[in-house]
């Protein structure tokens, strides 16, 4: 996982980081348990290690995706599928939380919101086609 600081049009910080992961749900992202009514979408993603780190911690993301975009709609076959994907997320403060301070001193579940960014298929070797061509020249195998 990488993890770097960006500045907003405002000049305020924001954090980003990306590796990459498994999808492990999508949900709605409501407060109320009667109505799934929201614009956004949560995306569960567990994500791998970073090099060098054992497993026994658990690392995961929960980023907010608009419903009917691109991204929700891989997400949702990402965690279909369950195969390897790249993500980025972005935090972003809160509205309400002065721009002066540093993102890194916010509490990053309660005063910013996460937005995934960009999430893509990691192809594996399974994935990847290769086209063998009927005929075969003979010189090809000297």
Same mark, same amino acid.
């Given at each position: ?27 709605? &992202?409501? +407060?109320? %348990? ?6 956004? #979408? ?6 791998? /290690? ?43 403060? &809160?509205? +309400?939380? %002065? ?6 001193? #916010? ?6 919101? /996460? ?17 063998i061509p ?6 090809w195998g000297?």
């Amino acid at each position: 996982m990488k993890s770097w600081l960006e500045v907003d049009a405002d000049g305020r910080e924001y954090l980003v980081r990306s590796g990459s992961g498994i999808v492990t749900a999508v949900s709605p &992202l409501t +407060h109320s %348990p009667v109505t799934d009514a929201s614009d956004f #979408l949560r995306v569960d993603i567990s994500c791998d /290690a970073p090099a060098g780190r054992a497993r026994a911690i658990r690392y995961s993301a929960h980023p907010r995706v608009l419903r009917n975009s691109v991204i929700a709609e891989l997400a949702q076959r990402a965690e279909e599928g369950q195969f390897s994907v790249n993500w980025t997320v972005e935090w972003h403060r &809160l509205d +309400h939380i %002065p721009g002066n301070i540093p993102i890194m001193s #916010l509490n990053l579940s309660t005063d910013t919101h /996460a937005s995934l960014i960009v999430l893509e298929r990691v192809l594996s070797e399974q994935d990847v086609q290769v086209e063998i061509p009927d005929f075969v020249p003979a010189s090809w195998g000297s």
